[in-house]
Every structure is written in C-alpha cells, then in structure tokens.
C-alpha cells in the first residue's frame, strides 16, 4: 500500500526507515539551503511590491522579482519532490506532508498565474501586483505549514532521545506503512 495516503499514526511524522532516508539524503541539505534562500527572494519582492504600490516608481523590478521568486518556487518544489520520492517513495502527497503539498499546489497554481498574466500582458501594474500579493500570502501559509512540521520533527526526536532511544532512527513505528 505504499502508493496510497495513509494518515500517521497518533503524532508519528516519520517512521524509523524514513527518518534514516531523510538523514542521509542530499536533498535534504539541498531543502535546507533552498528554503532560506527563497524567503529572502520573498522579502525582497515583496518590499519591491510594496514600495512600487506606494510610489508608482520601479514596476519592472517589482515584476522581474516575482519571476525570480516564482523560479525560486520551483526550484524548491522540484528537489522538494525529489527529497520526498527518496524519503517516502512518492513525489507528492506523502503521508506526513500531504496538507502541505495539497496547499503547495495552490501557492504554485498562483505564481504560475502571475508568470502567465505577466507574458500575455493579461494584467497591468496594480492587478497584476495583487495578484502577486496574493500568491505571496498562500507562500506565507505553506511556509508556515512546513516550519510546523519541521518543529514537529525537532520535538519527535527530542522526545525519542528523551525516553532513552539512543538512535531515534532506528526506533521501530507500530502500524508503519513501507
């Protein structure tokens, strides 16, 4: 049943053999490099958005930096899927991340709108920033969802070492799926 969404059981984020998968993957590194990255991507953009709003003065740059969030997005989501394929055998909808890749999927819908809006020039200046602002306020959102579940997995193994597991990641999961 490895290819069908099974909810955890209690607050288990990984099992033992995914969390080993998770502690010797590259893309693991690569996740962690990329999320903060693409944050300061977004704060920067987003100050742009917000300054040519105000002033009227720097479109151009405003939407050049969506597009290079927007590539940044993708960046993220691609080894994002790569990672979760390695840990969990699947490339989205993966048991503990199933919400958040469910609500990725509107944060890229929406740039991917703004990249499509900005070539067919379909929207102007003002909408076309909204519009960005919108994708932005999802992005803010599944940031948020993943930095839960990362604190989550901080507390899981805290608690693991806590009752006396040396290696957490070897610690066998009741009702596990493989």
Do not use: C
């Not at 909808?93 to 379909?122: K, M």
């Not at 597991?165 to 799926?177: M, Y």
């Amino acid at each position: 049943m490895g290819n069908i969404y099974q909810p955890t059981t209690g607050n288990v984020l990984y099992t033992s053999e995914e969390r080993t998968r998770r502690d010797r993957s590259v893309w693991t590194k690569v996740q962690a490099v990329l999320a903060p990255v693409q944050f300061l991507v977004f704060l920067v953009s987003l100050a742009l958005i917000l300054n040519y709003l105000a002033t009227g003065a720097g479109q151009s740059v405003a939407e050049f930096s969506v597009v290079v969030k927007t590539l940044t997005l993708y960046a993220i989501m691609v080894t994002g899927s790569i990672w979760e394929k390695e840990v969990f055998g699947r490339y989205l909808f993966a048991r503990p991340f199933f919400w958040e890749d469910v609500f990725s999927i509107v944060v890229l819908v929406l740039h991917t709108l703004y990249l499509v809006a900005l070539y067919q020039g379909a929207l102007t200046g003002g909408r076309l920033m909204a519009l960005a602002l919108a994708a932005y306020a999802t992005y803010v959102i599944n940031a948020a969802q993943f930095v839960w579940k990362l604190r989550m997995a901080r507390r899981e193994a805290a608690s693991l070492r806590t009752i006396g597991v040396g290696d957490v990641r070897r610690l066998p999961v009741a009702g596990s799926a493989s």
